[in-house]
């Protein structure tokens, strides 16, 4: 079972998780949550039940009590998705942002924060910070970074041609996340057994 955005960002809002709230300079989103669950994910191939660890690794979330326990499950079940899609054979995987119909500059919003978030993810999962990072892995990260990066005040053209390159761009992403998965799946391999 898929996880819709729209459902996702209305969980979050229920829950009173602030805007406000940031980690490096993005605001908590929909998108970055899930970012931040990828970025995880792809440092720790064996990341089941480490919901608690993500929702650390994102900052101080300033929900009610008696909302954590529905975040943590909500963290859960993106964990569940995530780990299910980043190993299925046919590239599944999916980045969890607004719906096409959504205003191009939202959703390049949306996909800066979650590379941003990825990198948060990633970074606090990483087991072993004095190894240095694979090649790939650097191209990537550092490629995150500047795709976070992007001007969001800057009018967005909603041409024909700036939906193509956003496309374009989403699916590097996306197929640059499941290569950062596999190629360190590959290699704490022999470590998992």
């Not at 650390?56 to 995530?82: D, H, K, M, T, Y």
């Not at 780990?83 to 949306?110: G, H, I, T, V």
């Not at 606090?124 to 650097?138: D, G, R, S």
């Not at 496309?167 to 590097?172: A, G, P, R, V």
Request: negative net charge; proline residues 6%; contains cysteine.
């Amino acid at each position: 079972m898929d996880i819709n955005y729209t459902l996702a960002e209305q969980l979050l809002k229920t829950m009173a998780l602030k805007q406000d709230v940031k980690v490096s300079d993005s605001p908590l989103t929909v998108a970055g949550l899930h970012g931040a669950v990828c970025g995880y994910v792809c440092a720790v191939p064996s990341s089941a039940g480490h919901a608690e660890m993500i929702v650390e690794a994102i900052g101080q979330i300033n929900i009610p009590q008696e909302n954590r326990q529905v975040l943590l499950n909500f963290v859960s079940r993106l964990l569940e998705l995530v780990n299910e899609q980043l190993l299925a054979e046919d590239y599944s995987f999916e980045l969890l942002l607004p719906e096409d119909e959504s205003p191009l500059p939202e959703r390049l919003a949306a996909l800066s924060y979650w590379c941003d978030y990825f990198s948060v993810g990633f970074s606090a999962a990483f087991a072993n910070p004095q190894l240095p990072l694979p090649p790939l892995i650097q191209e990537v990260l550092n490629d995150f970074v500047s795709i976070s990066r992007v001007s969001l005040e800057a009018s967005v053209e909603t041409d024909e041609q700036a939906e193509a390159d956003f496309l374009e761009l989403e699916e590097y992403v996306r197929i640059a996340a499941l290569n950062c998965h596999r190629a360190l799946l590959n290699e704490h391999a022999p470590t998992m057994q």
